[in-house]
């Protein structure tokens, strides 16, 4: 695979991926993103005037864009990252993730099995990997581990679309034999994701003395794993993944909101001793819980781990050091966001 259409590239794990994909001297890299509020193209500015690399944006509801661009670059590769991505905004607003994840995943199916149709190209020639999560198989007791066998149980509109996608793609390699594969991830953490997710809010309302609100009791646990072991996950699927399988990713890093939350106040206290804010645990409120909040995720990582050879790097505590470490080298970033110089607007967020 060497020409590559990214959806969703200028977000947190789609950014990640392409700044590690384009050390790989790929042919192509076309990332294709609408720009919504997640969407920063500041992440990519290491790799804008890379000759190999191109941004489009665009939506990936318009099926006539994406099979022009699919022609024109000669694409061999889709690897479709581009949703609405946060909970608590499908709770507030479910409308744009039904259009984004369930309807968009529907045209970007069908731009592709119209270009690999018109185009002859075989299926060994061609893959389309959609990235979805573990929040599609809902919420776990006190034991046990989501498989790529669970049956899936969405508790949110957004885990619910993420499923209806999930069962989109896996019905595109049934029924018309698209060569498909797709990947079922924990809880993601690192550099470049937006302010309005746990870890990077955690941080920036940390540094600047606000409260850190935890939902409920804060024993929601979470599998956390650092961003970078997600893309290099994505880069083995695709290598050496098995047309038409599911691969579950995760970190084997169950942890607490609460708990994350005091090692991450830990780091800050002793990264930032000169903080007034020290110690900043003294900043924890806890804050009404979230509707149809799940209580526990963790992800049975064997079958990715025995079949493709691919494990973590990172564990929480040295994933979380590094992003830790990142926000505190790339305050400009992160101003550019919450001033909404990014995009021209200023965004008011608060909420975890
Ligand atoms: P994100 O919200 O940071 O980025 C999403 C990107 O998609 C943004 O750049 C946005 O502009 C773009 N986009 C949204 N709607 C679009 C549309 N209609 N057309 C084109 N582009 C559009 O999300 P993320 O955290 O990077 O997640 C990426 C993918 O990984 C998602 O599919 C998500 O479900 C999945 N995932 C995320 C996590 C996590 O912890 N963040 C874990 C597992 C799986």
Redesign the pocket.
């Known amino acids: 695979m060497k020409r590559f259409f990214i ?9 990640n991926f392409i700044l590690n994909l384009m050390k790989s001297n790929p042919e192509i890299v076309v990332n ?9 193209l500041d992440t990519l500015s290491s790799v804008e005037n890379d000759p190999n690399y191109i941004f489009v944006q ?4 318009d099926r006539e864009k994406l099979t022009q661009l699919f022609e024109s670059h000669k694409i061999d590769c889709v690897v ?7 909970v608590d905004r499908s709770i507030d607003s479910p409308g744009d993730f039904i ?3 369930v309807v ?1 995943t529907f045209e970007l199916l069908e731009a592709a099995r119209w270009y690999i149709g018109e185009k002859k190209i075989p299926r060994k020639d061609f893959r389309f990997l959609h ?5 599609v198989y809902g919420s776990l007791g006190e034991t046990g581990l989501f498989t790529e066998e669970t049956p899936y149980a969405p508790n949110s509109p ?1 885990a619910a679309s ?1 499923a209806s996608s999930d069962h989109l793609v896996r019905s595109y390699h049934k029924t018309f034999g698209l060569p498909v594969l797709t990947t ?6 690192g550099p470049y ?2 302010p309005e ?1 746990l870890l990077p809010l955690m941080i920036n309302n940390a540094l600047n003395g606000q409260s850190l609100p935890i939902y409920g009791d804060g024993k929601q646990v979470r599998d956390w ?1 650092f961003v970078e072991d ?1 893309c290099k996950a994505i880069l083995e699927v695709l290598g050496k993944g098995e047309i038409g399988q599911v691969y579950n990713i995760g970190g084997h890093n169950e942890k607490a909101n609460l708990e994350v939350v005091h090692t991450l106040c830990e780091i800050l206290d002793e990264l930032v001793p000169d903080s007034k804010f020290r110690p900043h645990k003294n900043l924890i409120q806890y804050v009404t819980d979230r509707p149809g909040h799940d209580r526990r995720y963790a992800i049975d990582a064997s079958k990715i781990q025995n079949q493709l050879g691919w494990k973590p790097q990172e564990s929480f505590e040295t994933g979380l050091r590094k992003t830790v470490l990142w926000y505190l080298d790339n305050k400009d970033w992160v101003s550019r966001v919450m001033s909404g110089a990014y995009q021209g607007e200023r965004l008011g967020l608060t909420k975890p």
């Open positions: 959806t969703g590239g200028a977000g947190f794990i789609g950014g294709y993103d609408k720009l919504t509020y997640a969407g920063n665009g939506d990936i509801c479709h990252f581009a949703a609405e991505s946060h259009q984004t994840n968009g990235v979805s999560t573990d929040e957004y993420k079922n991830c924990s809880n993601n953490y994701q937006f997710k794993l997600h």
